[in-house]
Nanobody, 125 residues
């Protein structure tokens, strides 16, 4: 059983930066694909970014170039560096983990069995 704990959320102004962290325990971290999803009020959960154990990354188009996902297998932690934040980035950001076959994309929430509790990010204009 994998446990995920996010941290780093907060309230900030547009144009600012924030780094989210997700600490994992209970599994072979390096073998898991790690991902970030977000859900804004009244909207469906959406994919933000994912990183495989190999280091291969995928991003949502609207965050590419502003957000960077990374992982530290020695610390069992995945990060999401968010720069040039916009009010539309406001959401609860959740970390997810699972072993995703190479034949499958990494942007579907249905493929992830393990989830953190989420951390709120609020960007004011």
């Amino acid at each position: 059983q994998v446990q995920l704990v996010e941290s780093g959320g907060g309230l900030l102004q547009a144009g600012g930066s924030l780094r989210l962290s997700c600490a994992a325990s209970g599994g072979a971290f390096s073998s898991y694909t790690m991902a970030w999803f977000r859900q804004a009020p009244g909207k469906e959960r959406e994919f933000v970014a994912a990183i495989r154990g190999s280091g291969s990354m995928r991003y949502k188009d609207s965050v590419r170039g502003r957000f960077t996902i990374s992982r530290d297998n020695g610390k069992n932690t995945v990060y999401l560096q968010m720069n040039s934040l916009k009010p539309e980035d406001t959401a609860v950001y959740s970390c997810a983990a699972d072993r995703i076959p190479i034949s499958r994309r990494t942007d579907s929430a249905d493929d992830y069995a393990y989830w953190g509790q989420g951390t709120q990010v609020t960007v004011s204009s």
